[in-house]
């Protein structure tokens, strides 16, 4: 078994690691083949070390197109209408965000901004970018920087703890006005749909997938 | 059990941003050779600045919980609500399901968080071999269930963008919601910075 060392990039590329090392414990185990659903687990601290790729790259990449329409949906309609005396107001995300900034929560709304606007379009993105060439088993250009990206952002997007929020709101507004969902509920409720869909799956086994052009 | 092999006895080391293996050849500056990331055996400083962290959330989460996070001004009425005077407010009005939701996210996890780190670093410092497998899965349950405290800074920023009836019904944020998002963003960073592998680290038997 030759593995590279740290800090030396080797002339014919790198192969892909024949080992797990788990995240949690730093135990070592062989790699084996998963079968369909199946989920290897550290026998030491029982963390996943990985699962079954129950989706293609194209299945993949679908997912992320699907996401990225319920994303456009869920920001250019409003979420929501309250009325109350005949009067009626309703709100997207990018409302919320500006009406924070006005009334000086401006911490907040640079918050919501990044984990429900920017971070999320970031992911989708690169994904897409890293996904569209990894079809014919390419990296795409700027591969290295994308991943690594999208590794660093990952913890920070939070659409669907927003569409948890939009539901409080909804029933706490419900107690004195008249409410109205909108479109944009409904394409949120379709964005968190594809998120649970992704969230089992590993983007870094693009890594292993891809092959460096320069190889 | 028979002894797992970790990663430090055989000299090894894996990329935690591509999971490539690598030699370990004991340089401090060392970087992947694959996705050119940092690579440590271990976070660096992970005990000082998981404290430091935990404790500046700690100071903030003071006045996000006494503080109001959201004023209600009707007809001329005014009412200012605290975190736990909006989950009271839903259980009384109606709600008690929802209320729990938002007691659990705004008071439970955060609470749970600072009690979880706290017992992980104490713990990972005096090299217990105490319950590690589950003090594993501890961490990964606060990993887990971190980022779902916005959820009240979510419904305050929906609630000023919505109700805005003029003289009939408005609602603004107060300074209390700004801590209480900073508190979460800094509780997410703390079990960032934690290295769960330091749970392991204790005297070197092995199981």
């Known amino acids: 078994m030759t593995l590279p060392a740290q800090g030396t990039s080797t002339p014919n590329g790198i192969a892909p690691p024949t080992l797990w090392i788990c995240e949690h414990c730093d135990t070592v185990y062989h790699r084996r083949v998963l079968t369909r659903r199946e989920v290897a687990r550290c026998a030491r601290c029982d963390a996943i070390l990985a699962r079954h790729h129950g989706l293609s790259i194209n299945g993949m990449l679908a997912l992320v197109v699907t996401a990225m329409i319920a994303f456009i949906q869920a920001n250019i309609w409003p979420i929501v209408t309250l009325g109350l005396n005949g009067q009626h107001i309703s709100t997207t995300l990018w409302g919320c965000i500006v009406m924070m900034w006005r009334e000086h929560a401006q911490v907040v709304a640079a918050l919501a901004a990044f984990t429900l606007f920017f971070a999320p379009i970031f992911k989708m993105v690169l994904l897409g970018w890293v996904l569209g060439y990894a079809r014919s088993g390419r990296r795409a250009p700027g591969f290295r920087l994308a991943m690594v990206t999208l590794y660093r952002i990952g913890p920070w997007t939070m659409s669907e703890v927003f569409v948890l929020g939009t539901l409080v709101a909804i029933v706490k507004a419900h107690m004195y006005f008249e409410v109205i969902p909108d479109p944009g509920i409904f394409a ?11 969230s089992s799956i590993d983007v870094r086994r693009l890594w292993d997938l891809t092959q460096d052009e320069r190889a | 059990m028979s002894t797992l092999p970790r990663a430090g006895d055989l000299g090894l080391i894996g990329c935690h941003v591509c999971g490539l293996v690598c030699r370990d050849i004991n340089a401090s500056d060392a970087a992947c050779p694959r996705c050119g990331s940092a690579l440590h055996k271990r976070k660096s400083a992970s005990y000082s600045r998981t404290w430091a962290l935990l404790i500046a959330a700690f100071i903030f989460y003071i006045p996000a919980n006494v503080l109001p996070i959201m004023r209600t001004v009707s007809v001329g009425d005014v009412d200012d609500n605290t975190i736990l005077s909006g989950v009271i407010e839903l259980w009384v009005k109606g709600s008690p399901d929802l209320a729990i939701i938002v007691f659990t996210a705004s008071i439970v996890v955060p609470v749970l968080k600072f009690f979880a780190l706290s017992l992980l670093l104490i713990s990972s410092q005096r090299r217990s071999l105490w319950a590690q497998r589950q003090r594993s899965k501890l961490f990964r349950l606060v990993e887990f269930i971190g980022y779902w405290s916005m959820l009240d800074v979510f419904v305050v ?18 300074p209390g919601v700004i801590y209480f998002g900073l508190t979460v963003v800094i509780t997410m960073l703390a079990s960032m910075t934690f290295d769960p592998r330091l749970i392991w680290d204790g005297r070197d038997f092995d199981d």
């Open chain 1, 188 to 198: 949120y409720g379709v964005l968190m749909l594809v998120i649970t869909a992704f």
């Open chain 2, 157 to 174: 920023a929906l609630l000023t963008a919505l109700v805005q009836f003029g003289f009939f019904s408005e609602v603004e944020p107060l």
